[in-house]
């Protein structure tokens, strides 16, 4: 067995998809090295976070979570970079499971009835070919034991060509991007919102905009990375 794998990494040399180093035997992904330092945010630790103060008097929500905090040219961003555009979705399922393993620790998680993974519109879905959001929640299921929701939350419009707008045109357009399919699954439900990346929030508010109106729902929020805007 282990002559196999040493001959399948002469021809697939595996590199840590952060740092682009080799990687040893025994790691995946994601260098031991890169997991110890990569910047984690801990926000798990801190309910007045900064990514709870994005979303303050927009989106009542119980947690706020982030695994790391974006850079700009950083490592998180190489991993967000090859999750998205060299499909590497079994990358995203991995950081689920490495961040499920932080929250098991604290309990952060342990009232979460489903998770929900941002929907992408079905023309980008066919366009990509899965979605990232997915693959971060499936490890995340996979980890805290919880039950994932692909078919209650759907997303009617698409939004590619928000980022270019200006920020006040985009609040006025996030009303209708997402629709409930099934109110009655998701009543009286701990719903935990997962998303790859959350920069403005506008999105998140989006699809409260649209589960809001469910009888009882309680909100969290989950993300692989956050980039905070610079306040200056
Ligand atoms: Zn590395």
């Not at 506008?202 to 306040?231: C, P, Q, Y």
Request: with cysteine; glycine share 4%; hydrophobic share 40%.
């Amino acid at each position: 067995m282990t002559l196999i794998n040493d001959f399948m990494s002469l021809i697939y040399p595996r590199h840590c998809e952060a740092c682009g180093n080799g990687l040893f035997k025994q790691e995946a992904y994601i260098c031991n090295y890169c997991k110890l330092n990569l910047p984690k945010s801990n926000y798990h630790k801190n309910s007045q976070n900064e990514l709870s103060l994005t979303f303050a008097g927009r989106v009542p929500l119980v947690n706020s979570l982030c695994f790391y905090l974006f850079e700009k040219s950083g490592k998180v961003q190489k991993l967000l970079h090859a999750i998205k555009y060299q499909n590497q979705k079994e990358l995203a399922q991995f950081i689920g499971e490495l961040y499920a393993q932080d929250l098991i620790k604290e309990k952060t998680l342990d009232d979460i009835d489903v998770i929900i993974p941002i929907p992408l519109h079905k023309n980008k879905l066919k366009l990509r070919g899965f979605n990232q959001s997915e693959w971060f929640a499936k490890g995340l299921a996979k980890m805290l034991k919880k039950p994932m929701d692909i078919i209650s939350f759907e997303r009617r419009q698409e939004t590619s060509t928000q980022t270019k707008k200006k920020k006040y045109q985009r609040w006025e357009n996030v009303e209708g991007i997402f629709s409930i399919n099934d109110q009655q699954a998701l009543i009286n439900k701990h719903v935990l919102l997962v998303d790859d990346v959350i920069t403005t929030g506008a999105t998140i508010e989006a699809a409260w905009l649209a589960l809001k109106e469910v009888e009882g729902i309680k909100v969290s929020v989950i993300s692989i990375a956050f980039a905070a805007r610079k306040l200056s």
